[in-house]
């Protein structure tokens, strides 16, 4: 899970994403790019998993060749143990001040969250909800998306003439589904992305960490 998480940081990180900033102690410089800022800790936690993933390895080796009872070849476990039990803890705690220290650039994300035509399948949700099949609301906003493609447009930014051209049962309302934050509140069932859904996610969260604490 932590590596997953750094693969995120480390391209969220890079020039070409631009999503979020990471203050400089979590960070170094490049040794040949003076310009260059290196996530750091997210790149040495993703490495760590090569080393966890060995320990693994030999743990699994060391059984598969023993009878059903303990041998002399167990005492061999405590060096892959001992060592990933604290590789995981240090990762963690890196993580724990690293976190929080994230600064989102909220300009970047949004304007990546509106390309690619990401409110295509809340247009199909509309139309089933006014009663078509999907297979048909299917081909209706795989011509809606097309035309978006050829003029350069956004599902959000036609006019709704235009999009009554693909399905005359649409009406004004459909805007309201069809911009970023009608498409991240349409999800609001447990484990959606409505933001009082993830409150409630963060609020459980904290509730199970307090517990085992």
Avoid at 31 to 60: A, F, Y
Avoid at 139 to 146: P, T, W
Wanted: aromatic content about 6%; glycine content about 6%.
């Amino acid at each position: 899970h932590l590596s997953r998480i750094s693969e995120e940081l480390v391209l969220w990180t890079s020039a070409q994403f631009n999503f979020i900033e990471l203050p400089d102690r979590f960070c170094t410089g490049s040794s040949i790019m003076p310009q260059k800022k290196n996530p750091d800790v997210p790149e040495l936690v993703r490495g760590k998993v090569g080393r966890v993933n060995g320990h693994l390895i030999s743990l699994l080796t060391l059984m598969k060749s023993q009878p059903l009872a303990y041998n002399k070849d167990n005492q061999e476990d405590k060096e892959p143990l001992f060592d990933t039990v604290d590789t995981v803890f240090d990762s963690l705690r890196a993580f724990a001040d690293m976190i929080p220290s994230i600064r989102p650039n909220e300009k970047v994300m949004r304007e990546a969250a509106l390309r690619g035509f990401s409110t295509a399948t809340d247009l199909a949700d509309y139309l089933v909800g006014l009663g078509l099949p999907f297979r048909d609301a299917h081909e209706v906003v795989g011509n809606a998306v097309a035309h978006g493609v050829a003029t350069g447009k956004d599902l959000a930014e036609m006019d709704l003439e235009t999009l009554q051209g693909f399905c005359p049962d649409i009406a004004a309302n459909v805007f309201d589904v069809l911009t970023v934050e009608g498409s991240v509140a349409a999800r609001d069932h447990l484990g959606g992305t409505a933001p009082k859904q993830v409150a409630a996610a963060a609020k459980r969260a904290a509730k199970l960490l307090t517990k085992r604490a």
